[in-house]
């Protein structure tokens, strides 16, 4: 079974600084899809990124951008300029390509990396 | 375009009783998946619903079941409540039940007395 682990319970950054989530992951499959959701305390899950493990460029979103190391295993988001908004649970998840026989196996999620922004 | 929502935002039941919550997927998605997210933790998958047929599930028991309407919608009903059933029930609708990026609803927060 997939693990997905997130290293950084609570992450804290100044308002405009840079700051990196960590997330790494455990997998035998060779074709993946990577993400990055955000959950602020309103609850609802937001995609902030996803990449695809057949692209070797790095997704980028605006101020979002991912460091996508496939031989590692490893899948850190870097959040440039950070905003008071930008302060939310972070989770990282991986999910497989689709089963044979069009079976699913969902989303596999981290434990989360809570982020706080300092003004 | 329509989001996901989600029904109710807040639910109270007792340990033994049954429930019922219910998604509406995003405008033009066909797939519905369910996640259980307990406190302080990540969601974990529960099922998903492709075409009014489960076509996936994760890890949990058959108390928990589902139904996909014509219109994708969709249900998740748990029986038997136990405690630990308390949780954030969350909602993700998504395209052809492939790996398609899944857009989540803001949730039921169920609570087991």
């Known amino acids: 079974a997939q693990t997905v682990t997130q290293s950084q319970p609570e992450m804290s950054v100044q308002e405009a600084e840079t700051v990196t989530l960590s997330c790494t992951y455990d997998t035998s499959e060779s074709d993946y899809y990577l993400f990055w959701y955000k959950q602020p305390p309103s609850r609802q899950m937001i995609l902030v990124i996803r990449q695809e493990a057949y692209k070797q460029q790095n997704a980028t979103e605006n101020r979002f951008s991912v460091n996508f190391q496939k031989a590692a295993k490893s899948f850190s988001l870097k959040i440039s300029d950070s905003q008071l908004g930008d302060a939310a649970m972070y989770f990282c998840a991986y999910r497989g390509r689709p089963l044979i026989g069009g079976g699913a196996d969902g989303l596999t999620f981290g434990k989360g990396t809570h982020l706080i922004i300092q003004p | 375009e329509t989001g996901v929502t989600q029904s109710p935002t807040h639910l109270i039941k007792t340990r033994g009783q049954q429930v019922t919550l219910r998604c509406s997927s995003q405008?033009?998605?066909?797939?519905v998946s369910w996640y259980q997210q307990a406190l302080g933790q990540g969601p974990q998958f529960i099922f998903q619903?492709?075409?009014?047929?489960?076509?996936g599930r994760g890890n949990f028991p058959p108390r928990f079941s589902g139904l996909q309407f014509p219109n994708y919608s969709s249900e998740l009903n748990v029986n038997a409540l136990e405690l630990d059933d308390s949780a954030l029930y969350l909602c993700?609708?998504?395209?052809?039940?492939?790996?398609?990026?899944?857009?989540f609803g803001p949730g039921t927060r169920l609570l087991v007395l």
């Open positions: 619903y492709y075409r009014e047929e489960e076509n």
């Open positions: 405008s033009g998605h066909n797939t």
């Open positions: 993700a609708s998504s395209l052809d039940g492939g790996a398609e990026t899944q857009y």
